[in-house]
């Protein structure tokens, strides 16, 4: 069975610190891993994925992470915190390739990410 | 593009009342899903249709149903609410049915918050 860890619920750093956000899976099959963001009263939104093809996977707004097979890891970073950065932010988990169909999507409990000026 | 939008956005319920949480994505997408969002519990998953016509039980099912009325529309509905269903509810959509990565995205709505009294 697929799992999640997100280690800390709640991050919380300075303007320009950097920002690291640990992951840690566990999966039976190759995985997809996504990292999502969830700004305050919003959806989640797509922050970046890895698919089996680089393991130093870029996103949006800065954001990066490397998945690490022998560490069952996949830990999000930013060089330098926005305040805009402030959200709260999901590590998921899903079986790779093509099934056909549904792929069932499993989360982390999220970590809410503070930035202080 | 709206993507996926959901209605209501605020809903309040008395324990006992029935509602329907509707959910339509424009993105010709086959696979929808319907998660419940919960403190320290990251998204779990309620029900979903990998293509239209049909639906499978999701983590936590028990007090919900849903149907899948076109390829656009996923309902959720509550038939009787309890206390315990206070929650904030979110639709996704992803393409699925083809091949490549780009399959296991999930796209999501706003989110309904709901309060059962």
């Known amino acids: 069975a697929q799992s999640v860890t997100q280690l800390g619920s709640h991050v919380s750093v300075s303007e320009g610190a950097l920002v690291l956000l640990r992951c840690n899976y566990s999966?039976?099959?190759?995985?997809?891993l996504f990292w999502y963001v969830q700004y305050p009263n919003q959806g989640l939104q797509l922050l970046l994925k890895?698919?089996?093809?680089?393991?130093l996977v870029k996103g949006i707004n800065g954001f990066e992470a490397e998945f690490k097979k022998s560490e069952t890891s996949f830990h999000l970073t930013k060089p330098s915190a926005h305040m805009s950065d402030a959200a709260e932010y999901f590590c998921a988990v899903t079986k790779g390739g093509f099934s056909g169909g549904y792929n069932k999507l499993i989360f982390g409990a999220g970590t809410r990410l503070a930035v202080h000026p | 593009n709206a993507g996926v939008t959901q209605t209501p956005k605020f809903q309040v319920l008395k324990t006992g009342q029935s509602m329907t949480l509707q959910c339509a994505q424009d993105m010709n997408h086959n696979s929808m899903y319907w998660y419940r969002q919960d403190p320290g519990m990251g998204l779990r998953l309620i029900y979903y249709?990998?293509?239209?016509?049909?639906?499978d039980k999701g983590e936590v099912p028990n007090g919900y149903n849903v149907s899948r009325l076109n390829k656009r529309e996923f309902s959720l509905r509550l038939e009787s609410a309890a206390p315990s269903q206070t929650s904030v509810y979110f639709c996704?959509?992803?393409?699925?049915?083809?091949?490549?990565?780009?399959?296991?995205?999930?796209?999501f709505g706003a989110g309904t918050r709901l309060s059962v009294l």
């Open positions: 249709s990998a293509s239209e016509g049909t639906t």
């Open positions: 890895y698919t089996s093809a680089a393991t």
């Open positions: 996704a959509s992803s393409e699925a049915g083809r091949t490549g990565s780009n399959l296991n995205i999930q796209y």
């Open positions: 999966s039976s099959v190759p995985p997809y």
